[in-house]
């Protein structure tokens, strides 16, 4: 048996029963990091194993189970860099409410995970700490921000790990890279201790192999935090008593109109055959326009950016020469922006979210790709245009604080991984995880890995 294999759930049972387990798990991390990461560059820091948490007894869901962290969580006693020359060297006192969570429960921090500088961008192309690479084709970008943790998931580096996601920085690179990531509802999971860039927009959620492991790793993390101003509190989430519904009288929007058809045509038929599957369920699928996207991309943009340059304003004054080009030419685009630029986009965002309100009161959920292509090469790359093409189709539910889940559902002619984004109503990830495991259940793609 390989146990590096089974769902997380599995892998916790067996270390409840055996501690050699437990062991075990994290030698076969360790061994693919020593191997991959010099290659990789998953991580920017690795914790060694005789300081990372060893596993508790117990009845705890994440027993023994190593977690890679995008290195924009703070981790007490572990150089957190935020991806940054400002912080190459910082150290953080206090663990992030959701390490503390985790540790809670038996789960091992096992390393740092690789980021875009400060998580303004996609590409994780890093001037401070060197490129992350797609395991799927080395001179492809993983995506981002949080490429370090999807490559850390799909080379099993990880057997779990966390990321954030202000535009699309989970699903991005868990599309990109062929593995689960989930971007739960605006205030479900607690944000203080991670690093901000926009403290309107950003979100945290996992990155996994499967479905059912992002639903163990969000009902860790998940729940209210009264310490924590984004932090929303409302009923306890429960993501795995309906996972395994019929989609019988499930009925489904598929996104269509010009703003989805400028994605890659092995995209759409990707997600196309991912919603026929899915009818075939018993689910009923509708095509819906979803043009007004637009819009919503275009403000969650400009918030990003205006944000970003608001928290970072000290820093761009004293020493704007230790950000990279990309980060640098971003922050000023936001510091640019007017008051007035900036109120149209948060009326927009109200606009934006009044009009999926009244979508999802008709429709349970709505497909569309995570991605309009899959990775593109380092060689040639804008980074700022790559932003504005890989965050279409995600960045309209950040600005909306709608779940949303990337799950695997093909490969393109060149063998990259293509995504399936699905998004629901606020709250409602137990919904959109539902939908993720059936079509999972039904395909394979989630078990492809890259041959490194």
Not at 47 to 70: D, N
Not at 205 to 211: E, F, L
């Given at each position: 048996m390989?146990?590096?294999?089974?769902?997380l759930?599995?892998?916790?049972?067996?270390?409840?029963?055996?501690?050699?387990?437990?062991?075990?798990?994290?030698?076969?991390?360790?061994?693919?990091?020593?191997?991959?990461?010099?290659?990789l560059?998953?991580f920017i820091?690795?914790?060694?194993?005789?300081e990372?948490q060893?596993?508790?007894?117990g009845?705890?869901?994440?027993?023994?189970?190593?977690?890679?962290?995008k290195?924009?969580?703070d981790?007490?006693?572990t150089?957190?860099?935020y991806?940054?020359?400002?912080?190459?060297?910082?150290?953080?006192?206090?663990?992030?409410?959701?390490?503390?969570?985790?540790?809670?429960?038996g789960?091992?921090?096992?390393?740092?995970?690789?980021?875009?500088?400060?998580?303004?961008?996609v590409?994780?192309?890093?001037?401070?700490f060197?490129?992350?690479?797609?395991?799927?084709?080395?001179?492809?970008?993983?995506?981002?921000?949080?490429?370090g943790s999807?490559?850390?998931?799909?080379?099993?580096?990880?057997?779990a790990?966390?990321?954030?996601?202000?535009?699309?920085?989970?699903?991005?690179?868990?599309s990109?890279?062929?593995?689960?990531?989930?971007?739960?509802?605006?205030?479900?999971?607690?944000?203080?201790?991670?690093?901000?860039?926009?403290?309107?927009?950003?979100?945290?959620?996992?990155?996994?192999?499967?479905?059912?492991?992002?639903?163990?790793?969000?009902?860790?993390?998940?729940?209210y935090?009264k310490?924590?101003?984004?932090?929303?509190?409302?009923?306890?989430?429960?993501?795995?008593?309906?996972?395994?519904?019929?989609?019988?009288?499930?009925?489904i929007?598929?996104?269509?109109?010009?703003?989805?058809?400028?994605?890659?045509?092995?995209?759409?038929?990707a997600v196309r055959h991912?919603a026929?599957?899915l009818?075939?369920l018993g689910?009923?699928?509708?095509?819906?326009?979803?043009?007004?996207?637009n819009?919503?991309?275009?403000?969650?943009?400009?918030?990003?950016?205006?944000?970003?340059a608001?928290?970072?304003?000290?820093?761009?004054?004293?020493?704007?020469?230790?950000?990279?080009?990309d980060?640098?030419?971003?922050?000023?685009?936001?510091?640019?922006?007017?008051?007035?630029?900036?109120?149209?986009?948060?009326?927009?965002?109200a606009?934006?979210?009044?009009?999926l309100?009244?979508?999802?009161?008709?429709?349970?959920?709505?497909?569309?790709?995570?991605?309009p292509?899959?990775?593109?090469?380092?060689?040639?790359?804008?980074?700022?245009?790559?932003a504005?093409?890989?965050?279409?189709?995600?960045?309209?539910f950040?600005?909306?604080?709608?779940?949303?889940?990337s799950?695997?559902c093909?490969f393109?002619?060149?063998s990259?991984?293509?995504?399936?984004?699905i998004?629901?109503?606020?709250?409602?990830?137990?919904?959109?995880?539902?939908?993720?495991?059936?079509?999972?259940?039904?395909?394979?793609w989630?078990?492809r890995?890259?041959?490194?």
């Amino acid at each position: 048996m390989n146990l590096t294999s089974l769902p997380l759930h599995e892998q916790s049972d067996l270390v409840k029963s055996d501690q050699r387990a437990a062991s075990n798990l994290a030698s076969a991390c360790y061994r693919q990091i020593e191997r991959l990461n010099p290659q990789l560059n998953a991580f920017i820091t690795v914790v060694r194993p005789e300081e990372s948490q060893q596993p508790a007894s117990g009845s705890f869901p994440l027993l023994g189970i190593p977690v890679a962290v995008k290195d924009l969580f703070d981790t007490a006693g572990t150089r957190t860099t935020y991806g940054s020359k400002f912080f190459a060297d910082h150290i953080p006192t206090e663990d992030a409410h959701v390490i503390q969570k985790i540790k809670k429960v038996g789960g091992r921090i096992i390393g740092k995970t690789n980021t875009h500088e400060i998580a303004l961008g996609v590409t994780n192309n890093n001037p401070h700490f060197g490129i992350c690479r797609n395991p799927w084709n080395l001179d492809r970008t993983p995506g981002g921000s949080s490429g370090g943790s999807a490559v850390a998931v799909a080379t099993g580096m990880a057997m779990a790990a966390l990321g954030t996601d202000t535009g699309g920085s989970i699903r991005i690179p868990a599309s990109l890279c062929g593995v689960v990531g989930l971007k739960p509802t605006y205030g479900r999971v607690s944000l203080r201790g991670v690093f901000p860039l926009s403290w309107n927009l950003d979100h945290a959620g996992p990155i996994t192999r499967n479905v059912e492991d992002a639903a163990l790793m969000l009902q860790v993390i998940g729940g209210y935090d009264k310490k924590d101003p984004t932090s929303i509190k409302t009923l306890p989430g429960d993501y795995f008593s309906h996972m395994r519904d019929k989609l019988a009288e499930r009925k489904i929007a598929l996104a269509i109109g010009d703003f989805i058809e400028e994605a890659d045509a092995e995209v759409l038929q990707a997600v196309r055959h991912a919603a026929h599957l899915l009818k075939e369920l018993g689910a009923e699928i509708v095509e819906v326009n979803v043009d007004f996207l637009n819009e919503a991309a275009q403000a969650n943009a400009l918030m990003t950016q205006a944000d970003a340059a608001a928290f970072h304003r000290d820093r761009l004054k004293e020493h704007p020469d230790w950000f990279g080009a990309d980060v640098l030419q971003r922050l000023k685009n936001g510091a640019a922006f007017t008051s007035t630029e900036y109120i149209l986009a948060r009326r927009t965002q109200a606009e934006s979210i009044r009009k999926l309100e009244n979508l999802f009161e008709e429709y349970d959920s709505l497909l569309l790709p995570t991605t309009p292509i899959t990775a593109p090469p380092f060689e040639g790359e804008n980074a700022l245009e790559r932003a504005r093409v890989l965050t279409r189709f995600t960045s309209p539910f950040n600005l909306s604080g709608l779940p949303a889940l990337s799950v695997p559902c093909g490969f393109s002619a060149e063998s990259l991984p293509i995504g399936l984004q699905i998004v629901s109503r606020a709250w409602n990830e137990a919904g959109v995880l539902r939908i993720g495991y059936a079509h999972q259940q039904a395909t394979e793609w989630h078990k492809r890995q890259p041959n490194l």
